[in-house]
């Protein structure tokens, strides 16, 4: 008797996956950016705090200065995973390093920030371009229900 395939499920599981990150320039990023963020300053940086929450970022809206050094400290102290991911945005950025629980990447390229339960990541970068950039979470159904925002680069 022939059995029809067993479907695949059609929804996967709330899967947060991994970091993105480059040591090479990936396709439309910032091709000087290692050099940007290597001769930038890093003893003063602008420090901005953003919680991830289910589900919202919190502040949903912050801004940062163009061609500062900034620390982004993403804490999370919900119990489900969430990521920070606004394309446009990690595409206009000079990144020095992203920090973590286990990890320091020193990379100049971030395509992904993926935040686990209960951690922070800091994500070091200098701003290249002025405008308002938009950012959400990436867990399937939380920009849905609201986990995304706005960064502004600004003077
Ligand atoms: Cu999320």
């Excluded at 396709?27 to 300053?41: H, K, T």
């Excluded at 991911?85 to 950025?93: A, C, H, L, T, Y």
């Excluded at 993926?114 to 371009?129: D, I, N, Q, S, Y």
Aim: glycine share 6%; aromatic share 8%; with cysteine.
């Amino acid at each position: 008797m022939k059995r029809l395939a067993v479907l695949l499920p059609l929804v996967l599981a709330a899967c947060a996956g991994e970091d993105q990150i480059s040591r090479y320039q990936p396709i439309g990023y910032l091709p000087e950016a290692e050099q940007i963020s290597s001769q930038a300053d890093w003893s003063n940086p602008d420090v901005i705090e953003m919680q991830l929450v289910n589900h919202a970022f919190v502040p949903d809206e912050i801004t940062v200065r163009r061609n500062r050094p900034t620390r982004l400290i993403l804490k999370n102290p919900s119990k489900s995973d969430h990521t920070f991911v606004g394309e446009q945005f990690m595409k206009s950025i000079a990144v020095r390093q992203l920090v973590g629980r286990d990890i320091t990447a020193t990379t100049a390229w971030v395509e992904k920030v993926v935040v686990p339960a209960g951690e922070t990541k800091e994500l070091w970068f200098v701003p290249t371009r002025y405008g308002a950039f938009t950012f959400e979470c990436t867990v399937t159904g939380h920009a849905l229900l609201g986990m995304k925002g706005v960064i502004n680069v600004s003077n």
